[in-house]
C-alpha cells in the first residue's frame, strides 16, 4: 500500500500565501505523476496541477502565475505553493500520486485532504 501525508492546509487572508506538502510512503517502486486537486462545496474535484517525473507541470488556468508545483524525488515529496491566494482558492486540496509498486504494479492513490481556507 502506498500512503500520502498531506500537510499546510490552514486559515489565511485574501492575498496570502500558504505552501502545501505530500509526503509518499509505502510499497513504492518509481513514481510517475504527482499532482494537487481541489473540491469546494457543492463542486466537483478539479485538477489544480501536475507535476510528471520530467519535471513537466500543468496548471488549471486559475491558478496560473498564482502557484507553483515541485517536487523532491529523493523524498517522495510535492509541494504546492500558493500566493495571492483568492477566496475562491477556498477548498479541500488533495494529494495525487501515480507510480508503481515493488511488484512492478501501477498504483494511483489520494491523500486524505487538506482544508485551505482564504478569507477577506
Known amino acids: 500500500q502506498v500512503q500520502l501525508v498531506e500537510s499546510g492546509g490552514d486559515l489565511v487572508q485574501a492575498g496570502g500565501s500558504l505552501k502545501l506538502s505530500c509526503a509518499a510512503s509505502g510499497n513504492i517502486f518509481s513514481i510517475n505523476a504527482m499532482g494537487w486537486f481541489r473540491q469546494a462545496p457543492g463542486k466537483q474535484r478539479e485538477l489544480v496541477a501536475r507535476?510528471?517525473?520530467?519535471?513537466?507541470?500543468d496548471y488549471a488556468d486559475s491558478v496560473k502565475g498564482r502557484f507553483t508545483i515541485s517536487r523532491d524525488n529523493a523524498k517522495k515529496t510535492v509541494y504546492l505553493q500558493m500566493n495571492s491566494l483568492q477566496l475562491e482558492d477556498t477548498a479541500v486540496y488533495y494529494c495525487n500520486v501515480e507510480g508503481r509498486n515493488t511488484w512492478y504494479r501501477t498504483f494511483n492513490s489520494w491523500g486524505q485532504g487538506t482544508q485551505v481556507t482564504v478569507s477577506s
Open positions: 507535476i510528471t517525473s520530467g519535471g513537466n507541470t
